[in-house]
């Protein structure tokens, strides 16, 4: 499948690869092959990093991921590579109210911990120190020197820029209506301003990815959800902003902003007309109720903004990240409710896939749309995520 | 047992209200009173919410109005309840027919129901008081939010005296709670003269109204100035506020026929007040922030929600009134219209006939004008280095050159790359506030954008060279007034929302290495949820 990519001129109307989907996944992997010298044009429906990838926690640690060696190399490394800041701040400190949330997290530090990351339990005096408004109900911590924290509105724009100065382009306001095809392969979008052609299509356009899909004929299962968060008035700045706890996580911003989310999140019908809405729900008063539980020192601290965004969840909580067979010029790149963090590493795999056709630096093998092959069709009902209400109109 | 039936999860993760009221109105101004009253006398059970007085710590903020810290201080709540009573006779009247009206209290989001036959739920109203936020359900909301202040600033206008004319007015004639002796007063329109009457009537002093146009075509500014006793400057703009540490005086200067300070024309004028009475911004904040549609209106005030005849909003049972819906209408005509709509569309039957459509033109309101004409006067007068976002400190020049905020110019030294101006960002599509607002952070701060929001969208616009009302209005977001966390929490919660609280999905599958194949992780009944993980 390698070779797919032609070397040829820019084209006005078209480009080598196309990528649908202006979000964080779908800009890195823009920026990626750009800079590795392909000719890549973005479509984006709206504006870049409108919908989850500018509307997350920021959080950058990903062990369960096979990309994680390659998020934890690369973040680092992203205001120098990008030439734009990201406000990425390194480690992240997670806070147990009790011992569920503990074994919780150890699960995952364990993870962290096999592919060679460290981290170190904290007290409660330890922990006081580095979060003087922590509850003194915290029956512990965990400083993890691994992962971090970035603001993933100025990441989005950092990647577009950084896209845009290696020649890669970006079309924003362009909804993709239909899929061209000829002998078996992708040849081009049709959009509301017309057709752009392409040797290469990749699909990173979130909760959309599925509609896309089905106009080539391919079935991937994803349900949305809407996920929300709330933002304080600054306060004063912690070491490190990245902690989670007690059902919530978020992190402080370099601002000061204390940004938490969490909770039951609300599935949404997948067959609705008109888009979801990402208003925020009656949620935040839970949140700010874990997060005042979580930091009675900073209960004082006044909640200013919410936001509410829309991610889209494969049946196993995991990224669809390959490369088709049929048609063998296009890729998938879902990441499941957790783009963010990934998005340096998973932007990285998304070029391999699309340039090389196969991915060199972590086995994505696990990750392949084929797992789904003989999923029942009720699996959507089966897992809980559906509803049959028409609530938020 | 819920198990995993989401739409029975659904409706038992819903908070438990306080109460119930078929018909809510939000703000006790006179198109709500009016609606209220209207509604009662129709026999329709209401809830009128009022959040004057407002608690001295919002109004520290600029919250709801830019109070300019011009409030006096020490006077009880129970005292200022009692000013608010005396100053709206209408309340009273409300009160005598039976409304459940609640001073005090302020509306800081709504939430829509479920219109599911099997599961009808009523929207939610989320109320606060200084203490504690609490929910009530209503079949039906009329917001009746007024208008607020709007601002334009020049250097010097973040010290405390600078105030706004809505503000301004409630201070002197409904709190009798203002501090300020010598007032300067921006704007030569109808506004800038109510503030100047109410100031007269209070016995301050008033030393000057100036005018950014120079001629006033539009209305007889200067005689009714001058009626009052007070000196109008047509063609003048100021060019800074002085003072240590708040307001002290003010130079204003004259602008020349091609729009520059005249040379030499500089004038100091001591005053301790200056009142921004330039226009008013309809209050759509509430509107907005659930999903309204919205519509530009220059003549009335900016961005309004669109409504049909009976007043009703695009978002089903929210109605919109008064000044929140637009500038210059008959507050009590809507309040009335309102009341039948929403006794009709409650049954009752004796309201069923729609009153006929009334297109008497509503009074033109120059509010967005006027602000146009002002930001570019006082643009020439003071320049690009002056505050446009006094929270996050962003200054119009920052603003247009998309500057990434200080925080993270002094975090990450060579974080100011050139050349990505608002220039080229409107290259990649239209401008929108939003977008802007995240990488400058203008618009991001504790007073929620209300002393800068406008100011943002006419420097947008003037950087892409658009219309007014072209770039889209930035989006409001609730809490729409600023609240403790503390007070946001909610003290109630159902044993549904606690038991299936997740951090992230409950997809045990999602937090085991991703290398490792597993099955898609199809629930048992009643099994426990996984906490989840950050994302």
Known sequence: MSGTVSAQPVRTRGSSVIVVGGGVTGLSAGWWLARSGVDVLVLEKGVVGWEASGRNGGSTAHPFSPLFREEQRLWPEMDSLLGYPTEYQ??????????????????????????????????????????????????????????????????????????????????????????????????????????????????????????????????????SARVEMIITEPLPRLRYGGVDGNGIYGRQTLRGNLAYGGGPHEWLSSSAAEPPRRESTFIMRSLAKRLAELFP???????????AGIVENTPDGRPVLCRLSDPDNAVIASMSSVGFGLSPASGRAVMELARDGACSFADLSALHLERFNTLPADWQARMGWQRDSVRGQ | ??????????????????????????????????????????GVTTMLIEEQPVSADLMALDVPLHFGQRMARGAGNAALMERVLDSSPGLAEAYERGIDVQLGVCVWGIFPGSAAAHDAVPQLVGLADGARSWFVSCDRVIVASGARDLAIGFPGWEKP?????????????????????????????????????????????????????ASSRHDDSAERFQECGVAFY?????????????????????????????????????????????????????????????????LRGGWVPSRGNDTATSTPNVYAIGDCAGLG?????????????????????????AEPRIDRPHAADRSVQRARVWMQAQ???????????????????????LRPPRYLRATVPDAAPGGRNLQALAADGPLNQDQVKRLTRAGMGLCQGRRCRDQIQMLLEAAATSEPGAVPLARHRPPVRPLPLK???????????RDHWVAWFNIATQWLAHWEAKPVPFAAPGQAPVIGDSE
């Open chain 2, 379 to 401: 643009i020439a007068a003071s320049g690009l280095d002056v505050c446009v976002c006094q929270c996050e400190e962003v200054t119009r020049r920052e603003l247009i050159d």
């Open chain 1, 90 to 223: 390194a480690h992240r400190l997670r806070v147990a109210m009790n011992e569920a949330q503990m074994a919780h997290y150890m699960r995952i530090i364990a993870l962290a911990e096999r592919q060679g990351s460290t981290w170190a339990p904290l007290d409660q005096r330890q922990l006081k120190e580095l979060v003087p408004f922590v509850s003194d109900a915290a029956i512990g911590g965990v400083m993890c020197y691994y992962g971090g924290h970035a603001n993933p509105q100025r990441t989005v724009q950092a990647f577009a820029w950084a896209m845009q100065d290696c020649s890669g382009r970006l079309q924003q306001h362009t909804t993709v209506t239909g899929i061209c095809r000829h002998a078996g392969r992708v040849t081009g979008v049709m959009t509301d301003r017309g057709r752009y052609d392409c040797d290469v299509l990749v699909l990173a356009a979130g909760p959309q990815i599925a509609e896309l899909a089905a106009m080539l004929g391919v079935t991937v299962p994803l349900a």
């Open chain 2, 161 to 213: 005296g600078v105030m706004g004319a809505q503000a301004a007015l409630q201070l002197m004639q409904r709190y009798d709670a203002f501090t300020g002796t010598r007032m300067l007063v921006l704007g030569g329109g109808p506004l800038a003269l109510a503030v100047v009457e109410a100031a007269s009537a209070k016995g301050l002093t008033v030393v000057a109204a100036i005018e950014a146009e």
């Open chain 2, 329 to 353: 209408a008959d507050p009590t005509e809507e309040g009335r219209r309102v009341a039948r709509a929403v006794a009709a569309s409650l049954g009752m039957t004796a309201f069923a006939e």
């Open chain 2, 1 to 42: 047992m819920i198990g995993n039936d989401p739409a029975r999860l659904d409706a038992a993760k819903r908070p438990t209200p306080s109460a119930h009221v078929p018909l809510l109105v939000v703000g006790a101004g006179a198109a709500g009173l009016a609606a209220a009253l209207a509604a009662a006398a129709a």
């Open chain 1, 297 to 307: 020192g900073a209960a004082h601290a006044r909640v200013i903004r919410s936001w």
């Open chain 2, 487 to 497: 007070v946001l929490a909610a003290d109630e919660e159902s044993a549904a929302l």
């Open chain 2, 234 to 298: 047509g063609g003048w703009v100021i060019e800074e506020a002085r003072g240590s540490v708040e307001v002290e005086s003010a130079a204003i200067v004259r602008l020349d026929e091609t729009g520059k300070p005249a040379a030499g024309s500089r004038t100091v004028l001591d005053c301790d007040t200056i009142v921004m009475s330039v226009g008013t911004v309809p209050n759509v904040e509430l509107l907005d922030s659930i999903g309204c549609r919205m519509q530009f209106e220059p």
